[in-house]
């Protein structure tokens, strides 16, 4: 069966090992990861092996039991188990049979099955790569009849069955939709996945715990990045896990956790403050908005990275979106410090947008908190937020996030603003831009929110001085409101995509903001 197929199927290309295998073939693979008896232990050892090499090109729900199977992998780990005594039974049940171990012990099945595991190790895992194709199939038969069968490598911690679990898992999620789908769906594969981040083990061997951990983090990771509708459901099974946020949070405030750790910890924090839900949970722990603020401003962080750095921003930014509490919690960790050096960053083009996206929501959700400073450090960047939105080669996602915030600065600071556009002699142009903008501008996933915040800023700027409205009104800013009337969008409803599902709606229809902006404009 493994021979025939290793006979007609190529085994590696140039750059990687891609392994197109029969049902066969993977069903008899799988099959032996449920192999628990002691006698079966290296048998099941190097099916976890093949099983690993060929994860990332292998879709595993045409194999029924496949997820349980792999998951039985994660069962190795020597997780100390804690009783309650008053759910404990006082006598243990007695053990049932595995049909699939007593299926192994069979002597004949037994020995076709270490021929079988030889002959796929010398060609799943070649040591030399052969020119052609000729060459692979001479070189299998010539294993096949003489008998040259190379000695296995010496077994290392990577070849611990738990490792070998998590790593099947970090590819099959990473290759494939329906991979990741069966994989939320196994029954307990999931609580198994989140027991591996928390420090609270009995395992003995450091290396395992840091690779399991490791591994852990980047499934979840994977996992919760998902788009579209399966995306939100996969990320509301994540975070139901009880323990999962405190887990996230030890790593982040251990001094021994890292970078990796740290980076992959913060990756899955901003994926899961996607949901309104853990948005708000994820804002009630303290250390966690103090060392993602210390990662993003690089205090007391000096292993920081640019990409640690923009990470911790973005998990800011998406968890300031649509919570005052989380607003007020990152205010109340650095204050006046913050503000400071969100300004300092809007004039650095490298962290500009991330930095306008969180000053805004401040703005937004925590403008009784803002002290005479705060407004003076927002008021020194508002000639550059200006520059940002008038220049040509401005849009999309970046324009909407720059007028958001300009249009914020309009409200909390109105005298601020209308004098920065009096002196730079700009109140006529910035009009025709916002304008122009909403004309030649429809919403997408990349930028949902371009018109909604374009009718806010035209409303905030009328509010604060009411002859604005004329100058709107002279650039035909009554015709474009229509025309956004007349062409209404659902995505607009959201503040932001991943795939095609829309996340975190918005409280205030857009219909109701044009309504606003043309009563602002009549006579």
């Not at 395992?203 to 990771?221: A, D, F, H, R, Y």
């Not at 750095?309 to 979106?321: D, E, K, N, V």
Request: charged share 25%; aromatic share 4%.
């Amino acid at each position: 069966m493994l021979y025939s197929f290793l006979r007609n199927e190529p085994l590696k290309n140039k750059t990687k090992s891609k392994l197109t295998t029969s049902t066969k073939t993977v069903n008899c693979l799988v099959n032996m990861l449920g192999w628990t008896s002691e006698r079966d232990t290296d048998m099941r050892l190097f099916a976890a092996k093949v099983t690993a090499k060929m994860a990332d090109n292998l879709r595993v729900a045409s194999v029924p039991g496949a997820m349980q199977l792999i998951a039985s992998l994660l069962n190795s780990a020597h997780v100390q188990k804690m009783k309650d005594p008053l759910l404990d039974n006082c006598s243990p049940e007695p053990e049932q049979g595995n049909p699939i171990e007593e299926a192994g012990g069979n002597e004949q099945t037994t020995q076709m099955f270490k021929w079988l595991k030889q002959m796929a190790i010398y060609c799943f895992i070649p040591r030399e790569e052969p020119t052609n194709m000729d060459e692979q199939k001479t070189n299998i038969l010539r294993c096949c009849w003489k008998g040259s069968i190379p000695e296995e490598e010496p077994s290392t911690d990577t070849d611990l069955l738990p490792v070998l679990g998590m790593l099947i898992l970090d590819k099959l999620a990473s290759f494939d939709l329906e991979n990741c789908i069966e994989i939320s769906r196994a029954i307990g594969l999931m609580s198994k996945i989140i027991e591996f981040t928390s420090n609270q083990t009995d395992m003995t061997c450091i290396n395992e715990i840091g690779q399991l951990k490791t591994s852990s983090l980047k499934v979840l990771g994977r996992l919760s990045r998902t788009e579209g509708e399966f995306g939100v459901t996969v990320r509301q099974k994540i975070s139901e896990h009880p323990f999962l946020l405190s887990h996230l949070a030890e790593i982040l405030d251990d001094s021994r956790s890292s970078q990796k750790l740290r980076k992959l910890t913060i990756k899955l924090l901003r994926n899961l403050a996607m949901d309104r839900n853990i948005n708000q949970e994820i804002g009630q722990i303290p250390v966690i908005i103090s060392k993602l603020i210390h990662a993003f401003l690089k205090q007391g962080e000096p292993s920081t990275t640019g990409s640690d750095q923009t990470l911790s921003g973005q998990a800011l930014a998406i968890l300031a979106m649509d919570s005052a509490k989380n607003c007020l919690a990152m205010l109340a960790e650095e204050g006046d410090v913050f503000i400071k050096e969100l300004a300092d960053m809007i004039k650095d083009a490298k962290s500009c947008y991330v930095a306008s996206s969180l000053l805004r929501d401040i703005c937004v959700h925590a403008r009784s908190k803002l002290g005479i400073w705060n407004l003076q450090e927002i008021s020194s960047i508002l000639g550059k937020v200006l520059e940002g939105i008038m220049d040509a080669e401005g849009k999309g996602a970046e324009l909407e996030v720059l007028v958001g915030l300009s249009s914020q600065i309009c409200k909390v600071i109105p005298e601020d603003f209308a004098r920065e556009l009096e002196h730079g002699q700009i109140r006529e142009g910035f009009i025709e831009r916002l304008v122009s903008v909403l004309n030649t501008n429809t919403p997408t996933a990349h930028c949902p929110g371009i018109r909604r915040v374009i009718v806010e800023h035209a409303i905030y700027m009328m509010e604060c001085n009411p002859g604005y409205a004329n100058c709107f009104i002279e650039c035909k800013m009554i015709e474009a409101l229509l025309e956004v009337e007349r062409k209404p969008s659902r995505a607009e409803k959201y503040k932001f995509f991943l795939g095609d599902a829309g996340l975190m709606e918005h409280a205030i229809p857009l219909s109701a903001l044009v309504s606003k902006a043309k009563e602002l404009m009549k006579p």
